[in-house]
């Protein structure tokens, strides 16, 4: 029950089939259950991909390409893990090297910020808990505020950020995804976390000062 | 519920995941707790993107239908590779022509304004065959000096 809920509150969906038969009907020779496979899997790939990069265009072309490296690579699929923890594997890869490509990565939170941008960090400071909650949900800011903060960390810190607070993936379950040693996801955690706090301490008194 | 507890639950509060008697007790905490308050709105900052359900709200983004998947919707930035090569021959065929015309024209253009000489080098160079005494070579070689007395009077 508890593995049900957890797979629905991923964005899982329950299908006729699982997704091990469609599988071997995509390695059969059937294309068209992978289209099924995608659907399925789709909004979740998104999801993942929108934690990583605010441009939304950005977002759909990564999440593609997962897709399709997934269908290219699909005779590799073991049936000993998930297909979707696969996938996200091949999703979190492909985002991080995304990330790495940018060369450009802004040091300081720069301060120009927009009237709404204030509005919100004034939000954040006064508002109660509940009301912090329901005004981010309202504002488009809010979350371009939190892409900013993010973006100013670096790859390794972010990659390892997103899947630790928003996939609740365990350390031992990220160093495996991305092939590196726990003591380097437990460094990178700590330092985001670092950075993310003095730069959210800051944004929180641009705040309370305007 | 004490600290560790509290900022343990920030997440649940913020995805509405928490039972109704967690979400209170946190709220409780909170309220009487100046450091998780602050953490909590630290926390707030970046929870629309680590924490947030991520469903772009229609005023957000206008997002176009959601499509089938399609190997032909391969993203342009990642198919350098694998995507066949698409030539377009009309753009190259216009940048030949063009880089065609200006060589033309300016080796037409030096060719035209190049003249050939009426003397050759060492004639253009010689002192032509004069008479030169004292007076005239100062001259030819520095004619605003003043040689003489008169000169200088005049």
């Known amino acids: ?210 | 519920m004490n600290c560790f507890e509290a900022r343990q639950e920030f997440s649940a509060l913020w995805r509405k995941t928490a039972t109704a008697e967690r979400r209170a007790e946190l709220l409780a905490h909170l309220k009487g707790c100046e450091k998780c308050d602050h953490a909590f709105r630290v926390f707030a900052l970046t929870a629309p993107v680590l924490h947030g359900e991520m469903e772009q709200p229609e005023a957000r983004v206008s997002r176009p239908a959601r499509r089938e998947f399609s190997l032909a919707d391969r993203p342009r930035r990642f198919a350098s590779v694998s995507r066949e090569t698409s030539v377009q021959p009309n753009r190259w065929l216009a940048m030949s022509a063009a880089a065609a015309a200006i060589f033309i024209f300016a080796a037409s253009t030096a060719y035209l304004s190049a003249r050939t000489p009426d003397e050759s080098l060492g004639e253009a160079l010689s002192i032509s065959d004069v008479n030169i005494d004292s007076e005239t070579a100062a001259d030819l070689l520095a004619p605003e000096i003043p040689l003489t007395e008169n000169d200088l009077a005049s």
Not at chain 1, 176 to 201: C, D, H, M, N, P
């Open chain 1, 1 to 210: 029950m508890l593995g049900l809920r957890a797979r629905s509150r991923a964005g899982w969906r329950l299908s006729a089939k699982p997704d091990e038969e469609l599988i071997a009907e995509v390695l059969g020779g059937d294309t068209a259950a992978f289209t099924e496979l995608a659907a399925r899997h789709r909004p979740r790939v998104e999801r993942l991909c929108r934690r990583f990069f605010s441009d939304e265009e950005m977002a759909r072309d990564i999440a593609q390409e997962s897709f399709i490296r997934a269908y290219t690579a699909l005779a590799t699929y073991r049936a000993e893990m998930p297909f979707g923890g696969w996938l996200r594997a091949i999703v979190v890869n492909l985002c991080y090297d995304e990330l790495r490509r940018r060369r450009r990565r802004p040091e300081e939170l720069v301060g120009d910020f927009s009237a709404p941008e204030v509005q919100w960090m004034q939000t954040a400071n006064v508002a109660s808990p509940e009301e912090i909650v329901g005004e981010a949900e309202q504002r488009r800011e809010a979350y371009d505020l939190a892409h900013r903060l993010l973006d100013m960390l670096k790859p390794e810190d972010r990659t390892v950020m997103v899947l630790k607070e928003s996939e609740d993936m365990s350390v031992s379950e990220i160093a495996q995804t991305l092939g590196w040693s726990e003591a380097k996801v437990k460094i990178r955690a700590f330092r985001a976390r670092q950075a993310l706090r003095k730069q959210a301490e800051r944004m929180l008194a641009t705040g309370r000062n305007r």
